[in-house]
């Protein structure tokens, strides 16, 4: 038997008819949730990508986006999918209309992994996952490059396969599709007001507000007087520790305690995980008895 060679197309969500690619596009918060990501460690991160799909013009638009957990050792390939469920049922309850459109990862590498991970979604979802890779933010001031692919399969059917006794490993061919980011009008007047901060008035690179808002106006005000005043106290305690005026020990107190109420980085993500736990608890707990209750009632019917 000759030795076959088979490319399937992706079944896309567009017609067969149309030759328009998927378009891709990424929400101001998703895209710093990855960069956040992106910053967290120097080993590649994965996690699932949330949002919306058009059956008509094929759009995907990404909400959101949350890590998974997952162990690359050797050629062995660990995903956490009860973690990856779990996080996206939590997500369903305040966002009902969203779906998994695929996943991304902090590497912009394409590797063997990559092509089992793709594998993984491509089982757990309904249609073709997409995949987003970001490159590394090595430095403040670079600009994070946002790639996005759609997946070809690559190699014998799996008809033929169970023929000839091939174990069959899932490849792939990765091909762009277009994206953009896109900035709300809240973004936007929030990044202005950065850009302000950073490069002064009289920059004219820095786009104008179109619209003055109050609320934003206060919050900048507040921003500023407490920046004023933890410059005062800098300026307080350089002058204590030099000599040049006596220092007020109930003001040192009274520093010091307001100091140690911050919490830290660690139990704050320790309660933020035990509250996740909480929440999941709950949620199977209403739904053993949702289960239950109709169980109930059906045998009393039969009864």
């Known amino acids: 038997m000759a030795d076959t060679l088979h490319i399937v197309r992706p079944n896309l969500l567009l017609s067969s008819t149309t030759t328009t690619p998927v378009s891709v596009t990424v929400q101001s918060p998703a895209l710093f949730q990855l960069v956040e990501f992106s910053l967290r460690s120097q080993e590649r991160i994965i996690g699932t990508l949330v949002g919306t799909r058009s059956d008509e013009d094929g ?10 957990p997952h162990t690359e050792e050797d050629d062995i390939l660990e995903i956490e999918d009860a973690q990856n469920r779990a996080f996206f049922n939590l997500h369903k309850r305040s966002n009902p209309k969203d779906v998994i459109l695929g996943w991304f990862s902090t590497s912009d590498a394409i590797d063997s992994f ?5 594998d993984f979604y491509s089982k757990t979802e309904q249609y073709p996952p997409i ?3 970001l490159s590394s933010v090595s ?3 670079s600009v994070p490059k946002i790639n996005t692919y759609i997946a070809t399969t690559v190699g014998a059917s799996s008809s033929l396969a169970n023929a000839i006794k091939l174990e069959k490993e899932s490849n792939y061919i990765f091909t762009p599709i277009p994206n953009k980011v896109d900035f709300g009008a809240q973004e936007k007047t929030v990044l202005n007001q950065a850009a302000k901060a950073v490069f ?3 920059d004219e690179s820095v786009a104008q507000l179109e619209s003055k808002s109050v609320d934003l106006q206060v919050l900048v005000n507040a921003v500023n007087q407490i920046d004023l005043l933890i410059d005062t106290t800098l300026e307080y ?9 006596e220092g007020n020990e109930e003001f040192a107190r009274l520093l010091l305690s307001s100091l140690n109420t911050n919490v830290k980085s660690l139990n704050l993500e320790q309660a933020f995980t035990s509250q996740i736990q909480d929440t999941l608890m709950i949620e199977y707990l209403t739904s053993s008895i949702k289960t239950q209750l109709e169980l109930s009632a059906k045998l009393a019917t039969l009864a």
Do not use: P
């Open 114 to 118: 990559t092509s089992l991970i793709h």
């Open 237 to 245: 305690i350089e002058k204590v520790e030099q000599g040049s005026i």
């Open 200 to 202: 002064g008035e009289s």
């Open 131 to 133: 995949h987003l890779t």
């Open 139 to 141: 430095e403040l001031n």
């Open 59 to 68: 759009e995907l638009v990404v909400k959101d986006a949350y890590i998974v």
